[in-house]
């Protein structure tokens, strides 16, 4: 974490102090930093915890505990394979396998050029379109294996 980015992070974590007799709420608090930053920097957990009141712990729990939540920046675009059950019984096991496979990327990975963040979710709510991929913002339905490629050049 850079120094602007560090006091960057103070001044956005300016409002979420609680105010008493309020919890803290450190979900939406990683939330707002994840938007700001693109990501929740693990050295910034202290800082964070000592605005909110709460333990480093505390904050590491919620951090880890949350797939929504990064702890690296993404690359431009966000390729979410659902592994939900429908889709899985749909095949959404070998789309992820040919995204892989066509990005020489991993689950997780930015791959080389940061074009690319590759994740898994847990239903996206298109189960009657499984298998589902969303790509950023945009959701794909009924997606093949050999629709991969021409589905990824889309998005430079
Ligand atoms: S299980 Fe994939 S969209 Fe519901």
Redesign the pocket.
């Known amino acids: 974490m850079t120094t602007r980015d560090r006091s960057g992070l103070a001044e956005l974590l300016e409002p979420c102090r609680p105010v008493p007799p309020g919890k803290p709420n450190i979900l939406k608090t990683l939330l707002a930093v994840q938007s700001a930053l693109g990501h929740v920097p693990v050295n910034a957990i202290p800082q964070i915890a000592r605005v909110l009141g709460v333990s480093d712990a505390q904050v590491a729990g919620v951090l880890s505990y949350y797939s929504d939540l990064r702890i690296r920046s993404a690359g431009r675009h966000l390729i979410r394979v659902?592994m939900?059950?429908?889709?899985v019984a749909n095949r959404?096991g070998f789309v992820l396998r040919a995204i892989q496979d066509h990005l020489r990327m991993s689950v997780g990975d930015n791959g080389p050029e940061g074009r690319f963040t590759l994740e898994q979710m847990f239903?996206?709510?298109?189960?009657a379109g499984?298998?589902?991929v969303m790509v950023d913002e945009d959701l794909h339905g009924k997606v093949t294996s050999s629709d991969v490629s021409s589905l990824l050049e889309s998005y430079t």
């Open positions: 659902c939900g059950e429908s889709c959404s239903c996206a709510g298109n189960c499984s298998p589902t």
